[in-house]
């Protein structure tokens, strides 16, 4: 659950980002921890596209589980 | 009774780990909490065992739910057969103290830190960014300027000694010539 570790891949171009929760060598993705979650998620809180923040496609979706789950118990809001 | 000699049949075969967290009414009392908890406990105790508990006191929802805007998070571990979360959800649903809750099945190898034993993130966060940041440009420039300096005094320092002692050999040749 403490295991909140994130860098912003602003350096590259949107479309040749690297999976961060891959680079850390994170398995699983938890639903308590907001702080990670809140950064793949919109001005809007939609959860963003992996064109643009790099994480993988067996990464999106647990993440996209995982804040589900957090919206779900009110951790995070559904809309802003 | 059969049910529940079923149960523990069950249960002596496979044992899977969830993650139950609940959200209680703000209007609660501390006492009324501690009561809700302990049946909550002996109810899961009828079945399986508790390996963690952590109460995560009031806090601010995110969105209102049935008309309360604050809610007492609590978060167990547990470990029960896979049927009896059924009978858990139902025990929850029907429950009108608690506002809403969720039954999970945990992931293999999840160690669960308590809420309260979390390193803040905020402090290490400049931390890491700002010798990152800072360092290697200095270095480089350092780097740029030293190598620079270095070989033009070394090349200065021998020469004048060297064209010394040229001109000296020069001058004694061209006396002796002259
Ligand atoms: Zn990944």
Redesign the interface.
């Known amino acids: ?2 295991k ?1 570790i994130f860098s912003t891949n602003q350096k590259f171009p949107p479309g040749k980002r690297r999976c961060t929760f891959c680079t850390n060598q994170m ?2 993705i938890d ?2 921890d907001v ?1 990670t979650l809140k950064h793949f998620l919109n001005a809007f809180r939609k959860i963003k596209g992996h064109y643009y923040t790099g994480v993988c496609l067996n990464h999106q979706k647990k993440l996209s589980n995982a804040i589900k ?1 957090a ?8 809309t802003n | 009774m059969t049910k529940k000699e079923e149960v523990a049949e069950e249960s002596v075969a496979e044992m899977q780990g969830y993650e139950v967290m609940l959200i209680l009414k703000p209007t609660l009392l501390e006492a009324a909490v501690g009561k809700k908890l302990k049946e909550f406990d002996e109810f899961i105790k009828s079945a399986g065992k508790v390996t963690a508990q952590d109460n995560w006191g009031k806090r601010r929802l995110a969105y209102r739910i049935k008309q309360c805007d604050e809610g007492v998070y609590v978060v167990y571990n547990i470990e029960i057969p896979p049927s009896f979360t059924k009978e858990v959800n139902q025990h929850l649903q029907i429950d009108p103290e608690v506002i809403r809750h969720l039954i999970m099945a945990i992931p293999e190898g999840y160690i669960y830190t308590k809420f309260s034993e979390e390193p803040d993130q905020e402090e290490e966060k400049p931390a890491r960014k700002a010798p990152s940041a800072v360092k290697p440009r200095a270095a480089i420039k350092k780097k740029e300027v030293k190598p620079a300096e270095a070989p033009k005094d070394e090349g200065i320092a021998p020469s004048p000694e060297a064209l010394d002692a040229k001109l000296n050999k020069l001058l004694e040749g061209e006396d002796l010539n002259i």
């Open positions: 659950m403490a909140y398995k699983d639903y308590k702080k789950r919206r779900h118990m009110a951790l995070v809001p559904f």
